[in-house]
């Protein structure tokens, strides 16, 4: 999900879609500045100012991930001293008066944003039981699309990108209600018989808010070569066949740019490659 928020009518949306963030907690707070070349004083200025905020919470039986990004910021603050912690919310506040909009992410006014304008993205997964929860190898993607993936569609393109594997429903899935749709694991087909080395555990659900599904991918078991095989393999054949969003920790990709993503953290980890003589 994506919304610009601008005006009054977008704050009551907001507010409305977000029940305030009551009970949340920001995980993440960014701010980065934009400054340009002025030819005529040959200096650079200040053009932009952008506060990102990302808020975990929890409304109407589903976990939720936001970003808030806000830009041409003019006024921001962030205050904590004495141990003090910001990070848990009850309800925010916002208005919108003189064509700014104004942020109290907390009763004290620590964490303060006025800007211009802001920008709502959200991924939402069905509230799950805790061994489900915060897993260490874990993916989400929402698309909007209405088309949802099948467990066949996804057996046969991890097939043809040579790595076939056999699919085994969860016990789980006929005692969930709501959105979802499937569940189970993803085992190699190369090691059936240690069916706890090397599997991902794959959820569907859909509708969220409006059209569309969501998936999400996590280890089962041992965090083996095999299995974040798979769970890589399955993450880029979804994105490259649908538009949407992941969710990877409290990180909200774009799916266009998963790819690219992932190969820049790859080169983080492993280092430049060296040069031939």
């Not at 340009?36 to 905020?53: I, M, P, Q």
């Not at 211009?116 to 489900?132: G, I, K, L, N």
């Not at 690219?260 to 790859?266: D, M, Q």
Request: net charge negative.
């Amino acid at each position: 999900m994506k919304q610009s928020i601008k005006q009054v009518d977008d704050l009551r949306w907001l507010l409305g879609h977000t029940g305030g963030f009551r009970g949340g907690y920001v995980t993440d707070v960014q701010m980065s500045k934009r400054r340009l070349f002025d030819e005529g004083s040959a200096r650079e200025v200040l053009a932009d100012t952008s506060v990102t905020v990302v808020v975990r919470y929890r409304l109407r039986q589903m976990e939720r991930v936001a970003k808030l990004t806000m830009t041409g910021v003019t006024d921001f603050s962030i205050f904590e001293q004495e141990g003090a912690d910001c990070s848990s919310l009850s309800t925010i506040q916002a208005e919108c008066t003189a064509g700014k909009l104004r942020f109290w992410f907390d009763p004290q006014g620590e964490l303060y944003v006025v800007c211009d304008e802001a920008q709502f993205e959200e991924v939402a997964v069905p509230f799950r039981d805790e061994t489900f929860r915060d897993q260490p190898a874990q993916w989400t993607f929402q698309s909007p699309v209405a088309e949802w993936p099948t467990v066949e569609w996804l057996l046969k393109g991890l097939e043809e990108s040579g790595l076939p594997c056999t699919w085994k429903q969860s016990k789980a899935s006929t005692r969930r209600q709501g959105t979802v749709q499937w569940e189970g694991d993803l085992l190699p087909a190369v090691e059936p018989e240690r069916p706890d080395d090397g599997g991902v555990h794959a959820m569907l659900y859909g509708p969220v808010d409006g059209p569309g599904f969501g998936i999400v991918l996590h280890v089962a078991g041992t965090q083996s070569p095999a299995a974040c095989r798979i769970l890589s393999s399955t993450a880029d054949l979804l994105v490259r066949h649908f538009c949407g969003r992941c969710l990877v920790g409290n990180t909200i990709i774009p799916g266009g740019d998963w790819l690219n993503w992932k190969s820049l953290e790859h080169r983080r980890l492993t280092g430049p490659e060296p040069l031939e003589d």
